[in-house]
C-alpha cells in the first residue's frame, strides 16, 4: 500500500446534513451501526472523564467526536504500533482545552495508552493531563496549551513537511497535517500572525477545521467576536469552505477534508458549525459546557440518548474498540512500504542515510564543529552577532536540518544562509526563513518545524522582542522542543533606539524559564562554542548576542570550549585572587580591562568568563569552587537586571532601571559599564569585605 491509496478511500455522499440542538437525536449521519455506536462511545468518554476529575471541557470533546472519528478511522495515514513513522500524518488540537478528545482516540486507535489512563484524567503524575503535552505521550504531536499556539505549531509541521519532501522526493516524504482549532484560537494574535504567513508561502497539506461552536466561557462568541472567519482566511490566500451545519454527517465531514486534501497550492480552512455538548438537552449551546463537567444526572440524560448504558462509566464495548483498534493498525502496510522505499534510496550504512538520520534527530553530522570558525586576539573587534552569522554558514553543510530565519531581521541578527534561497513556493528547499514582523508567529512556527522531525530552527530577532515570543518559547522549553532563538542587540548597548529596544530584565526572565539554555557569548570565539552547545543540546536554547563589536579576547581561542561548563577561568589563574570579576557577553571585556586598573595597585585579579548559569550550574560545588574560588569577593558585571546574582557573587556592576537613548558606547560608560567604574567598584567591595 503507498501513501497515496493510504488516503484514498470511497467516494462519499453528503446528503443527511445533522446538527443542531433541538430534538436531540444519538444518530451520525452516514455512519454504520458500529460507527455510531464508537462516537457515542467517544461522547461517553468526553462526559466521564472531566465528571471523574470534576475538572475539564467535555462539550467541545462531544461536539467534534464525529470529525475525529473520521480522521482516524477513515482519514489519516498513521500506525498506532509505531507513533513516530516519519512519513505518518500529523494532528493537532490546538483547542488543547479539548484533550479528552485526544486522548479518547490514541487510546482506541491502539496507542500505548490504557482505559487507566483515561480514568485517571487530569490527575497528579497521569498520562493524561489537563491540556496534551509531547512530552508525556506519545501521539501528543505538539504540546498546546494557551490557545493559538497550535495554530503556529501546524504550520510549523506544514513548513517542514515542504521542506524534507522537496529534498528526499515524494516517495519517503508525503504526509498532511490535520488541525482542529477554535474561536479561541482564532482571536489570539498568534493565529493571525501563522495564517498570513501560512498564506504567503503558499503551504498545500495543511487542513485546518474550525470549530464555530459560538460558545466562550463569558457566553456566546457574539459578545466578543463579530470577523467573518472564512472572508479572513480569504485574504490570507487559503483555500476556504463554509461547511455549515454537518458537524454530525460523517460523510460529508469526510468529503470536505478530501476536498481540502486535494488543494496543493494553498492551506485549507474549513468552517464548522457544531454545537457544544450536544446531544446534553440542557447542555448543548451552554457556554457551561466549555468548562464544567456535566452533572451525573445530566451525563445519565445524555447517554440514554446517545445509547449507551446510563448506569456505566467508561464503557467501551468490544465491537467498538475492536473497530478503533483495526483502523489503528491499518497504516502498518503503508508503514512497511515506506520502509522498504527507505532502504532502496538511503541503504543503511551509507553516508546518505547517516546524513538522514541525522538529520531526523536534529542533530549534526560526526565532527562538525571543527567546521567552526577561531579569532585571533589581533583580529578587529567582532559583533557577536556577525560572528554567529560565519558560524552558522560554517556548519550549515555538517547540519542537515538547519533552517535559518529572521523577523524582518535576518541580516541584522546574523541569521543569514548565504547561497541558501528564501523558502516559498517556487523554492520549497529553500533553507532560509523570512518570517516578517510576526516574531510570535515566527516562534510558534519553529517550535512546530522542530516537532515534525527533520527540521533544526534558528529564528533570530532582537532580544527585546522576546517578549513577544515568550509563550512559545514556554511551551518549547516545557516540551523540551529543540529551537535556538537567536536574540541580539542584547543590551543598552544597542544604543540610539533607546529604552524601548534595549533588554534589561529579559535575562533574568529568561534564566527563570526552567529547561531553557541560555548563553551570553563575550566574544567571536565564545560564540562560536555557544552554537556548538546550541547544536549538541537537547531541548531549546537561547543564544544571546551583541549589536556592538567587541573584542576577540586573549584566551578564548584556547579556552573557549571549556564555555560547554558553563563558566572558566578566562585570566589570574593563581590559586588565591583577591578578587573575582566574572563577567557575561560584552562585559568580560569590561572586567579584562579593570584587571590591570587593580593589578597595578597589588590586588591580585581573578576574570571569569560566565557565558551560561544553567551549564554551570550542572557542574558541580567543586568545579565551581575551582573557578570562583573559595573566600574572595565575586563581583559580577553584566548590562541587564541584578536579579539573581545573588547566587554566584556578593556584589554587581549590573542595570536595574530602563536605558538611554544615545551612541552605544556612550549609554554603556553613561550607566557605568566600563573599566575604571569596575574597578572602582572592586575596590568598594574589596574594603567592604576586609
Keep these: 500500500m503507498t501513501e497515496t491509496s493510504a488516503h484514498s478511500g470511497p467516494t462519499p455522499t453528503t446528503d443527511g446534513h445533522a446538527g443542531g440542538s433541538s430534538a436531540p437525536t444519538a444518530a451520525a449521519t452516514g455512519a454504520e451501526p458500529v460507527e455510531q455506536l464508537g462516537i457515542s462511545v467517544i461522547r461517553g468518554l468526553a462526559m466521564d472523564g472531566p ?50 478528545l485526544l486522548y479518547s482516540m490514541l487510546y482506541l486507535s491502539g496507542y500505548d495508552l490504557t482505559l487507566d489512563d483515561i480514568k485517571q484524567f487530569r490527575q497528579l503524575g497521569s498520562r493524561t493531563p489537563g491540556h496534551p503535552e509531547s512530552s508525556e505521550l506519545k501521539g501528543v504531536e505538539v504540546t498546546t496549551g494557551p490557545l493559538g499556539q497550535g495554530f503556529a505549531n501546524g504550520v510549523g509541521l506544514g513548513v517542514a513537511e515542504r521542506i524534507l519532501r522537496a529534498q528526499y522526493g515524494p516517495e519517503l516524504v508525503d504526509h498532511y497535517t490535520f488541525v482542529m482549532c477554535s ?77 481540502a486534501m486535494a488543494v496543493e497550492d494553498r492551506p485549507s480552512f474549513l468552517q464548522l458549525r457544531s454545537h457544544i455538548g450536544w446531544p446534553s438537552p440542557k447542555m448543548t449551546d451552554s457556554p457551561k459546557a466549555h468548562g464544567d463537567p456535566f452533572d451525573p444526572e445530566e451525563i445519565k440524560v445524555t447517554k440514554g440518548i446517545l445509547g449507551l448504558p446510563p448506569d456505566q462509566d467508561f464503557w467501551v464495548p468490544e465491537e467498538v474498540l475492536s473497530f478503533y483498534r483495526k483502523a489503528g493498525a491499518r497504516g502498518r502496510a503503508a508503514r512497511d512500504a515506506w520502509a522498504e522505499r527507505l532502504e532502496a534510496k538511503l541503504p543503511s550504512g551509507s553516508p546518505e542515510r547517516q546524513r538522514w538520520d541525522a538529520q531526523w534527530r536534529g542533530q549534526a553530522l560526526a565532527g562538525f564543529e571543527k567546521k567552526l570558525p577561531t579569532w585571533k586576539p589581533s583580529d578587529k573587534p567582532l559583533a557577536t552577532r556577525a560572528a554567529m552569522k560565519s558560524c552558522l554558514n560554517a556548519i550549515a553543510p555538517d547540519v542537515p536540518g538547519l533552517v535559518s530565519g529572521g523577523a524582518d531581521l535576518t541580516g541584522n541578527t546574523g541569521t543569514m544562509l548565504d547561497g541558501q534561497p528564501l523558502q516559498s513556493k517556487e523554492h520549497p528547499e529553500g533553507r532560509l526563513m ?75 526572565a529568561m534564566r527563570a524559564m526552567p529547561n531553557l539554555l541560555v548563553i551570553r557569548p563575550a566574544d567571536a570565539n565564545e560564540t562560536a562554542q555557544a552554537l556548538r552547545a546550541a547544536v549538541e543540546h537537547n531541548g531549546p536554547t537561547a543564544l ?147
Design 183 to 259: 474561536d479561541g484560537d482564532l482571536m489570539e494574535g498568534i493565529s493571525h500572525e501563522a495564517a498570513s504567513l501560512c498564506g504567503h508561502l503558499g503551504l498545500g497539506r495543511l487542513i485546518y477545521v474550525y470549530d464555530d461552536n459560538h460558545i466562550t466561557i463569558d457566553g456566546p462568541t457574539e459578545i466578543t467576536l463579530g470577523d467573518d472567519a472564512v472572508k479572513r482566511f480569504d485574504a490570507y490566500g487559503w483555500h476556504t469552505e463554509d461547511l455549515g451545519e454537518i458537524a454530525n454527517d460523517t460523510n460529508a465531514l469526510e468529503a470536505a477534508v478530501r476536498r
Design 51 to 100: 465528571r471523574k476529575a470534576n475538572s475539564g471541557h467535555p462539550g467541545t470533546a462531544m461536539a467534534l467526536a464525529p470529525l475525529a472519528h473520521v480522521l482516524w478511522t477513515r482519514v489519516m495515514n498513521y500506525d498506532a504500533a509505531d507513533p513516530d513513522y516519519p512519513n505518518r500524518d500529523r494532528f493537532v488540537l490546538s483547542c488543547g482545552h479539548a484533550s479528552i
Design 544 to 690: 544571546i548576542l551583541s549589536r556592538q563589536s567587541v573584542p576577540v579576547l586573549e584566551g578564548t581561542a584556547e579556552k573557549a570550549e571549556q564555555l560547554q561548563k558553563g563558566a572558566y577561568v578566562l585570566s589570574g589563574e593563581d590559586a588565591g585572587p583577591d578578587i573575582v570579576l566574572v563577567g557575561t557577553g560584552s562585559e568580560v571585556s569590561v572586567c579584562v580591562g579593570a584587571a590591570p586598573l587593580l593589578e597595578a595597585e597589588g590586588t591580585r585579579v581573578r576574570v571569569v568568563s560566565m557565558p551560561s548559569w544553567e551549564l554551570f550550574e550542572e557542574q558541580g560545588e567543586e568545579y565551581q569552587r575551582q573557578v570562583l574560588g573559595s573566600g574572595a569577593p565575586v563581583l559580577a558585571v553584566e548590562a541587564a537586571a541584578s536579579f539573581g546574582w545573588s547566587r554566584w557573587a556578593d556584589a554587581t556592576v549590573s542595570i536595574d532601571h530602563f536605558g538611554a537613548s544615545g551612541p552605544g558606547a556612550q549609554v554603556l560608560a553613561h550607566f557605568g559599564f566600563t573599566p575604571e567604574n569596575v574597578a572602582d567598584h572592586a575596590r568598594a567591595l574589596l574594603r567592604k569585605t576586609e
Design 434 to 508: 523570512a518570517y516578517g514582523v510576526r516574531e510570535h508567529g515566527m516562534g510558534g512556527t519553529m517550535v512546530g518545524m522542530s516537532r515534525h522531525g527533520g527540521i533544526l530552527p534558528v529564528g533570530g530577532t532582537f532580544f527585546v522582542f522576546s517578549d513577544y515570543m515568550r509563550g512559545s518559547v514556554r511551551l518549547s522549553a516545557l516540551s523540551k522542543t529543540k529551537v535556538i532563538f537567536s536574540w541580539t542587540h542584547d543590551s543598552v548597548g544597542l544604543g540610539e533606539d533607546g529604552p524601548t529596544h534595549q533588554p534589561i530584565e529579559q535575562l533574568a
